[in-house]
């Protein structure tokens, strides 16, 4: 399996480079970015999703979707828990990292990484299951990650956000006898099949705008943030799923599962924590460097991991 990682990577990566150039020769701006950013979360995954449960209904792929829901939001409170202990910072001046540190080891970059990832490793079906770990992600974003930025909650971003929308639309479509029109379901798929080429354009334009931190204590904050979001997360949550494998039991489907959420939680930040940082009024340069810098360390550590994994689940 870690053959395949590495092979999407590679292809991946081929995108993010011509991305980066093109970013670097038109000069591309914040507004730019942040367009494409809200076209491919708002518009181009909702697409993805509504195409992805566009399906005939199969009770083992739904219970297996619970399943991954289950074990998506154990493994991201045990990322908030990981992210509380290595941020405790008595510093006044580190103290503003913290937040965004936080930030970028428990909300991964799953939805514009981890689809295209799955997808070449898992294919259609893979895709599906990720929709579970998306629905917590966005559920999670939105109350501890909103807490986290502006001390409160805001139900109302939860109900109204395109991709909690087209889940629920998703599992409508997936439950019903009939499914959508080819005239619906063809545009649907198209607009959905943008998300893989569209999402390491958007990386390479991130990229393309990185500049070293100036400061040393943002360069200290980062490199400590990289290492408990792509290695300490990693080891933790193996050893998680190491244990929810052995209760499951050693099923083909079991693997597909764990294997699914596992890698989603190996991502780098998400893309989203600059734009809330943006905001909130909170360092957007530091969390463009956040997402750059481990997008960047990613492709090293997910192979990595993913060998180590299949010692262990297999």
């Known amino acids: 399996m870690y053959l395949l990682v590495i092979k999407q990577l590679l292809t991946m990566i081929l995108i993010v480079i011509a991305g980066f150039i093109f970013a670097r020769i038109i000069k591309a701006e914040d507004t730019q970015q942040k367009f494409l950013s809200k076209f491919l979360l708002y518009f181009i995954n909702p697409c993805l999703v509504i195409s992805s449960f566009n399906r005939d209904f199969d009770a083992l792929k739904f219970k297996q979707l619970l399943v991954v829901i289950a074990i998506a939001f154990l493994v991201h409170f045990v990322m908030i828990l990981t992210a509380t202990i290595f941020t405790r910072s008595k510093k006044e001046e580190n103290k503003a990292f913290d937040i965004l540190n936080r930030m970028g080891i428990v909300f991964t970059n799953c939805g514009f990484i981890g689809i295209p990832l799955i997808r070449g490793v898992f294919g259609e079906d893979g895709v599906f299951l990720l929709m579970g770990n998306l629905v917590v992600f966005n559920i999670l974003l939105w109350t501890y990650g909103y807490y986290q930025m502006c001390g409160r909650f805001n139900i109302k971003e939860i109900i109204t956000n395109p991709n909690i929308i087209g889940v629920c639309i998703g599992m409508i479509i997936f439950c019903l006898p009939v499914k959508l029109p080819v005239f619906i379901s063809t545009p649907v798929s198209m607009i959905g099949d943008l998300n893989t080429a569209t999402s390491m354009v958007l990386i390479g334009m991130l990229l393309a705008k990185f500049k070293k931190p100036e400061n040393s204590s943002a360069i200290l904050n980062l490199l400590k943030m990289s290492v408990v979001r792509l290695v300490v997360c990693s080891i933790v949550n193996l050893a998680l799923l190491i244990l929810v494998y052995k209760l499951l039991g050693p099923h083909m489907e079991c693997v597909m599962l764990i294997f699914v959420v596992y890698i989603c ?38 192979p990595a991991f993913v060998k180590l994994a299949e010692l262990f689940i297999k």
Not at 265 to 294: E, N, R
């Open 265 to 302: 939680s190996m991502c780098p930040s998400g893309t989203s924590i600059p734009s809330l940082a943006c905001v909130f009024d909170q360092d957007t340069s530091y969390a463009s460097i956040v997402v750059s810098a481990t997008g960047v360390l990613c492709i090293f550590t997910i």
